[in-house]
Each structure stands twice: as C-alpha cells, then as structure tokens.
C-alpha cells in the first residue's frame, strides 16, 4: 500500500503562484512515478505533470507547460508542484497518484493509488 497526502492548495490571485506536496509513504519502491491531475467544477479529472521516480522524466499537459514544474525530493517521499503564473482555468481539485503499472503517463488507469486532494482557487 501506498500512502498519500497532498497539501499546499489555497486561494490565489490570477497571476500569482502556489506550490503543491504530495508526501508519499508504504510501499513507494512499487511505484514508477508520480503524476498531478486535475479535475475542475463540471469537467473530468485531466493529466497535469508527471515524473518518473529514477530516470527523472518529466512530461506536462500542454496547457500548463512553461508555468508548473513538477519535482521530487527522493529523501523525502515528496514530490512538488510549482504553479506560477496562474490563471482562473486553473482552479480545480488537484489529485497526487502514484503510477503503478508503465505506460502513457496520461493514463489515469495506470496510477493505482491516489491522495485525497487539495483545492487550487484563481481569482480574477
């Protein structure tokens, strides 16, 4: 089993900038990397960034390539979501997962476990 606890969401004006957690715990060897969605008021959950545990590749979404980054400290379990210039289509639940099975990052059918999530709001 596979633990995972975001936190770091908040309420910030357009443009502004937030950086999200996700502390992983368990069985994180299992795992082959960790991945950020997205899931807006009325809309699916939606691919955001992900990055492999070892190799460290990284892939995003178009639609937030050159404003989020996305990290990892091995020592810790922790992988980071940096947001800057962040605009109101950004506001959604944002889910960490943990990619259990190789393939397409985009597939959320490979991320066998998933934290609770944490609310990113941008204002106008």
């Known amino acids: 089993q596979v633990q995972l606890i975001e936190s770091g969401g908040g309420l910030v004006q357009a443009g502004g900038s937030l950086r999200l957690s996700c502390a992983a715990s368990?069985?994180?060897?299992?795992?082959?990397?960790m991945g950020w969605f997205r899931q807006a008021p009325g809309k699916e959950r939606e691919f955001v960034a992900n990055?492999?545990?070892?190799?460290?590749?990284?892939y995003y979404a178009d639609s937030v390539k050159g404003r989020f980054t996305i990290s990892r400290d091995m020592a810790k379990n922790t992988v980071y979501l940096q947001m800057n210039s962040l605009k109101p289509d950004d506001t959604a639940i944002y889910y960490c997962a943990a990619e259990t099975f190789p393939g397409p990052p985009v597939d959320q059918r490979l991320y066998g476990y998933w934290g609770q999530g944490t609310q990113v709001t941008v204002s106008s």
């Open positions: 368990g069985r994180t060897f299992s795992t082959y990397a």
């Open positions: 990055k492999n545990w070892r190799g460290g590749n990284t």
